[in-house]
């Protein structure tokens, strides 16, 4: 399939100061209606029309190009006309089952079983939640305290695994747990392998993997670290929400082979970094290290509701309706995450965001060499960070200019959100589908857009 008759062709194009009339109207319309805990429209106020590949129309005809893809749901892009026709076929047959079996429920198991990473491809079992990532995590959680009998968890700081109260017990950041301590007990975090700030001021990125990989070893083997036995590790192979950190490949690596050595169930949080996005089927295949399980959401449902876990087959120790979910039979979402992987072997889209993320890093690697304010561009794929600080000395996070570089780029007309563990980290996540124009054109307008900023400054 041509990328290019995925998107519009125009994009971008802006008419004016955004918001516009139009979309300023429904943006106060929902303010009155929606709770406070809406967000993203606070940082991109946009009321959405029409989207199509990477690009999105507002109610004002303003067109963006998107950078954020659904904070990496719409690896596919919007509406993707290869996915919406297996939709529309399924739903005029049936829509929810439960998990009563159905031809397109054994075809998404059997298809996800066979591009799963490491050892579980073609040698696991799959169940069905929720339809949120949240309760993938939910699921892992309570299948390893059964294989275990032990309640302890391990999480790395700079996570973020969701909202519910599990995963939000397993996410670091301060700002979304203040108001809703205690949530479940003995959850203990450990550094990551960041290696721009790496807490053990190691001098490489290899150093501070073994560093870190080191002192996760030491709590787990002295019995006064404070930390009990734990049911099992939560690990992103790939930081997302902590501001897309890329650790050593030999990290993700030693910390399994602790785990094994341990007996502790290792699962890999591939959410946000699974299906193509980082230029490998999963972002734990960099490192070449195996799962016992791994959960699975965002780009799975191509675009709808869907979650899932995959465990290695002599793992599947609980028991019926050990964990349910109305929506576990949401057919729509599964006959959309069937065809989802279909469109990424046929079209290669792991090779595809690996070549075009090298094209764009290379730009931004430039970028950061002339720019005093970008401390860090790092990423894999179509996942990219810029990091941004005040100092390139200090490495004084600067969520100020972040946020204003974000603003900047908004107002010409790329969407995109920000993170990291001090809210100063400029995020792409592009639909994989975006052309190599949409995206140097995106790419080009960030660089304007940080130059804008730091001219500012002065």
């Known amino acids: 399939m041509k990328f290019e008759e995925l998107s519009f062709e125009e994009a971008p194009k802006i008419q004016g100061k955004i918001p516009g009339t139009n979309s300023r109207k429904i943006l106060s319309q929902q303010e009155k209606l929606e709770g406070k805990p809406v967000s993203y429209p606070k940082g991109s106020p946009i009321a959405f029309a029409q989207g199509f590949g990477a690009t999105i129309k507002d109610v004002d005809d303003n067109i963006f190009i998107d950078f954020f893809g659904g904070a990496g749901v719409l690896a596919l892009g919007h509406c993707n006309p290869y996915i919406e026709k297996k939709v529309i076929e399924i739903q005029k047959n049936i829509t929810h089952t439960l998990d009563f079996p159905t031809e397109i429920r054994l075809e998404i198991i059997e298809k996800i079983q066979s591009v799963l990473p490491g050892d579980l491809k073609n040698n696991s079992k799959i169940i069905f939640g929720g339809p949120t990532g949240s309760d993938a995590v939910e699921s892992a959680i309570k299948l390893s305290k059964i294989i275990t009998k032990r309640h302890g968890l391990i999480a790395f700081e700079g996570a973020y695994h969701g909202m519910s109260s599990g995963a939000l017990a397993l996410t670091s950041g301060k700002f979304w747990k203040k108001n809703y ?28 993997a073994k560093a870190s990989a080191n002192f ?48 502790i169930p290792i699962v890999f949080d591939e959410i946000q970094a699974g299906f193509c996005r980082t230029g490998k089927f999963f972002s734990s295949e960099h490192s070449g290290a195996s799962p016992d399980i791994v959960t699975l959401s965002k780009a ?18 609980w028991s019926k309706a050990a964990h349910i979910g109305t929506f576990r039979g949401n057919v729509t ?41 970008v401390g860090e561009v790092r990423g894999k794929g179509l996942m990219i960070g810029i990091e941004i600080v005040a100092n390139k000395e200090t490495k004084k996070p600067s969520p100020e200019l972040c946020s204003k570089i974000r603003d900047e780029m908004f107002q010409r007309g790329v969407i995109i959100e920000i993170g990291g563990h ?12 975006i052309t ?23």
């Open 422 to 433: 001090y809210n100063n980290v400029l995020r792409f996540l592009p639909p994989l589908v």
């Open 333 to 373: 979402a599964m006959a959309a995450g069937s065809a989802s992987i279909d469109f990424m072997l046929e079209n290669n889209l792991a090779n595809y965001a690996e070549e075009l993320g090298n094209h764009l890093m290379m730009k931004l690697e430039k970028c950061e060499r002339n720019s005093a304010i």
């Open 436 to 458: 190599r124009k949409l995206a140097e054109i995106g790419i080009e307008i960030c660089i304007e857009s940080i130059e804008k900023i730091e001219s500012d400054i002065v």
């Open 181 to 208: 301590l205690p949530l479940i007990p003995e959850v203990h975090f450990v550094p990551y392998a960041y290696s721009y700030r790496c807490p053990f001021k190691t001098e490489t990125a290899e150093e501070c």
């Open 216 to 263: 996760y070893e030491h709590i787990l083997e002295d019995p006064h670290s404070g930390v009990v036995d734990p049911a099992m590790t939560i690990i992103e192979p790939i930081q997302g929400e902590g501001g897309t950190i890329v650790p050593h490949n030999s990290f993700i690596e030693r910390i399994t082979d602790i785990n094994n050595m341990y007996e």
């Open 300 to 317: 799975l449902g191509g675009g709808y509701p869907l979650s899932a876990i995959a465990y290695r087959k002599d793992l599947d120790v």
